[in-house]
């Protein structure tokens, strides 16, 4: 039986309306708005969205390190298990002072639905710390990683919940997470993905997000009819996912005009070499003061009149209080959740078709499901055969939005969650879970 309390929140959920200018939700509430307006669309069950609507487990463990000086810091961690009907549990580690349990609530359910979106065999999970790792050494970053793993461990496995890279976190940080699950359980190089190929990690990998949304910008770009040859792009964000999208666009035939990072961006109407902006960001550690280019803010970033916007930094950058200033024709998500509901429903309004994060982002997932199957077979694929078995991911899974939005006349975001819940209803009642 459902409660009352359940029943209520259903009830207000159905009722709601789209956000207003004024509103704003916390991440978990938006993400879950988005889900209820999904729910509805494909009539699902009240039994069955009572399952979906919270996480199957969520866990807030001490991680105690003892720092370079001698003082001993106790972070909060966190890791939250959303949906494991469609497969195990998968989903990044993020280190941030931000990732608070209901961020992370907000990305574990996330990752339910983009697993489902392009039909990989997992299901959804979250991570973080809370910290700042930018003043922390090497050294503290890996006693802190060994000791969060130590603490979530007996929830991790192979077949139960597999990790991989977030925000702030990398290759080495996976190594380190590796290492110290495979000390307690023996050597399990698929306990995580995102690894170095040298210990098990796959081809691609690193540039897997990146190259994912460009895959998927080219497939919408034929459904859309959008011209890609001289189309101006900006890249909010020149991490792992813009960095790659920025390098790989141009073969699109897009001319990127704007980069930014955590210190500011760079503009030039006339293009930016990538190369060289990265060569530059590597050697001075930001891309701000890069040669010929001129300075701006990530806000000004997000309102060029550009052709292609891409946020691919961290969520909620678009908003109640920007999102009328958006100026381009076409927003493709890099980031987890960077369009708040809010946001969402301005773009709507003006027109703007944006290609949500479900989707556009999955393509790191896609290539970890990819080093999760190299690893139990314990066979490398070449990285061309990656590459192509992702482009062909990423076609699939737009066409299959793609469709589902024109058949229904509703926006891309609304069809790819409808797909990703009825796959996910699917599944559970399949096991038996109503």
Not at 60 to 76: C, E, I, K, S, T
Not at 259 to 282: F, I, K, T
């Amino acid at each position: 039986m459902l409660s009352e309390q359940l029943r209520s929140s259903m009830a207000e959920a159905r009722g709601a309306r789209p956000p207003s200018r004024a509103e704003e939700m916390n991440p978990f509430e938006a993400v879950r708005w988005f889900f209820d307006r999904a729910a509805d669309h494909v009539g699902l069950s009240d039994e069955m969205r009572a399952v979906l609507r919270t996480s199957y487990r969520e866990i807030a463990v001490q991680v105690p390190v003892r720092m370079d000086d001698g003082r001993l810091m106790v972070f909060n961690g966190y890791r939250v298990q959303h949906n494991a009907a469609r497969g195990p549990y998968k989903g990044g580690i993020r280190y941030h002072q931000d990732a608070g349990l209901d961020e992370v609530r907000a990305l574990a359910a996330l990752m339910t639905w983009k697993t489902a979106v392009v039909d990989v065999p997992f299901g959804g999970a979250k991570g973080g710390v809370q910290c700042d790792p930018a003043l922390m050494s090497a050294g503290e970053k890996q006693r802190l990683t060994r000791r969060f793993t130590q603490a979530i461990s007996y929830i991790l496995g192979t077949n139960r919940d597999i990790p991989a890279p977030d925000v702030n976190t990398d290759a080495q940080t996976m190594t380190w997470l590796m290492d110290a699950y495979s000390a307690r359980y023996g050597y399990t190089p698929a306990i995580v993905t995102g690894k170095p190929v040298e210990l098990g990690g796959s081809y691609g990998r690193e540039a897997a997000t990146g190259r994912g949304l460009v895959s998927c910008l080219a497939e919408a770009a034929r459904d859309l009819d959008v011209d890609l040859e001289g189309a101006t792009v900006a890249v909010q964000g020149f991490g792992n996912v813009g960095s790659w999208v920025a390098r790989l666009i141009g073969e699109l035939g897009c001319r990127v005009v704007a980069v930014s990072d955590v210190r500011d961006g760079v503009y030039r109407a006339d293009g930016l070499d990538v190369q060289a902006l990265a060569d530059h960001a590597r050697e001075s550690g930001s891309v701000v003061g890069a040669p010929g280019a001129e300075r701006i803010t990530n806000q000004a970033l997000l309102e060029l009149d550009v052709d292609i916007l891409v946020p691919a930094a961290l969520d909620r950058v678009i908003n109640a209080a920007n999102a009328d200033r958006v100026m381009a024709r076409l927003v493709v998500e890099g980031a987890n959740h960077p369009v708040t509901p809010a946001g969402d429903a301005i773009l709507q309004d003006r027109g703007i078709v944006v290609i949500p994060d479900i989707l556009a982002n999955a393509g790191g997932v896609t290539v970890s499901y990819f080093e999760w199957a190299q690893n139990i077979q314990q066979f490398r694929w070449e990285e061309d055969r990656v590459n192509d078995e992702l482009s062909k991911t990423m076609a699939r899974a737009w066409a299959g939005v793609h469709a589902r939005a024109t058949a229904d006349g509703i926006p891309l975001r609304l069809a790819a969650f409808a797909i990703a819940v009825e796959r996910v209803d699917r599944a559970a009642r399949l096991r038996g879970y109503v």
